[in-house]
């Protein structure tokens, strides 16, 4: 496999704070960078149930995860197992969710919380934190630069083809403070500024990126329901595919079949949603 693809997940944005507060993504837009879509989460719009319709491209009522609290290892093909097949190497740094659905489940703190298998069918070298003990007051996430650090680490100690990187921050700070304050603006700023150095270096690395969210918040910091608030987020894509006109909607389930395209791994029948970069 030659092509290299990064995918971060900075999880719980919704659209419009993408727009308002990411000035250095919007900027890249501005300057023909980046291009820039609005993504629509699955049903649930709840945060594992979107996570694996990202990665298997097909829904919740297929997949069978309901919500955070229905966490197995799915049964359908992935884009790690995918990349696989077709020869690449693959590393995620995420939530233990990511290990579960993808490699194995249940997750075990000493074995998964990191691991290098390069034979594994899926995921080559996972870094995992699980957030257990997680809620309003603290949020038990670890700092983003850690984890753009660790991704870029794994990228160049072992050659990725494919990595996925997902972070929960700002999905924790939108329950606890909603997104219309002083709280979010800074928060989201500081995510904005903690990831823009690294895009360059992983463009100079060869990789395309996407960057986007899995879901977005109303304005209570709810998610999981129908609603715009709820489920449009942005989703910016450094490289050199064309996609679809500025702002054309995507559906979440395009996805999976989008990123095997352009790392010229193979689609399973399952992915049935339309490949929108060419
Ligand atoms: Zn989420």
Redesign the pocket.
């Known amino acids: 496999m030659d092509r290299k693809l990064l995918l971060i997940i900075i999880?719980?944005v919704p659209l419009r704070n993408f727009r308002r507060l990411f000035g250095n993504l919007e900027g890249w837009v501005d300057s023909g960078e980046a291009q820039r879509w609005v993504h629509r989460a699955v049903l649930p719009s709840?945060?594992?149930s979107?996570?694996a319709s990202i990665h298997t491209g097909v829904s919740p009522q297929v997949h069978g995860c309901t919500g955070n609290g229905n966490v197995f290892r799915l049964a359908q093909p992935d884009v790690f197992s995918q990349v696989r097949k077709a020869g690449g190497v693959t590393g995620a740094v995420a939530h233990s969710f990511w290990s579960e659905f993808f490699n194995r489940a249940p997750f075990d703190y000493v074995r998964d919380i990191e691991y290098d298998e390069p034979e594994s069918d899926t995921i080559n070298h996972g870094r995992f934190h699980t957030m257990t003990g997680y809620g309003l007051i603290n949020q038990m996430t670890p700092s983003d630069v850690d984890l753009f650090a660790t991704l870029t680490m794994l990228c160049q100690r072992y050659g990725l083809n494919y990595g996925m990187l997902h972070t929960?921050t700002l999905?924790s700070m939108g329950h606890r403070f909603f997104h219309d304050c002083q709280e979010m603006d800074h928060a989201c700023a500081v995510m904005d500024e903690m990831l823009a150095p690294f895009i360059p270096k992983w463009r100079a690395a060869g990789y395309e990126v996407i960057v986007t969210?899995?879901?977005g918040q109303d304005e209570r910091g709810h998610?999981g329901g129908r609603g715009d608030l709820q489920q449009l987020t942005a989703m910016y894509y450094f490289g050199e595919g064309r996609g679809p006109e500025r702002d054309t909607e995507i559906d979440q389930l395009q996805l999976a079949p989008t990123i095997l395209s352009r790392l010229g791994a193979e689609l399973p029948e399952t992915m049935r949603g339309e490949v929108f970069l060419t």
């Open positions: 999880d719980g709840i945060s594992a979107c996570y929960c999905d969210a899995d879901h998610h």
